[in-house]
């Protein structure tokens, strides 16, 4: 979570530009990420939440899986 910065950022997942969003809310206790393929059909939407005795992943519409291999896998595009 904490490689994709807050606003918008571009990365590259499976050989595709994907445009993405996160923000933050809550004083950081929670934030919203959603990444859509640019040019194209796929996206990933989350929600994570940091309670006082836990961690909570809750992906929008997809399977688990997908948004952790996304997590783990897309290589942010720098802007610099």
């Given at each position: 979570?904490?490689?994709?910065?807050?606003?918008?950022?571009?990365?590259?997942?499976?050989?595709?530009?994907?445009?993405?969003?996160?923000?933050?809310?809550?004083?950081?206790?929670?934030?919203?990420v959603y990444a859509e393929e640019l040019?194209?059909n796929d996206f990933i939407s989350l929600?994570?939440?940091?309670?006082?005795?836990?961690?909570?992943?809750?992906?929008?519409?997809?399977?688990?899986?997908?948004?952790?291999?996304?997590?783990?896998?897309?290589?942010?595009?720098?802007?610099e």
């Amino acid at each position: 979570m904490d490689k994709i910065e807050e606003g918008y950022s571009e990365g590259i997942y499976n050989d595709k530009k994907y445009g993405i969003t996160k923000t933050i809310f809550n004083k950081g206790n929670s934030l919203k990420v959603y990444a859509e393929e640019l040019g194209g059909n796929d996206f990933i939407s989350l929600n994570y939440y940091v309670t006082k005795t836990n961690e909570l992943l809750k992906p929008c519409e997809i399977p688990e899986q997908k948004v952790i291999h996304f997590l783990k896998n897309v290589v942010l595009i720098s802007n610099e």
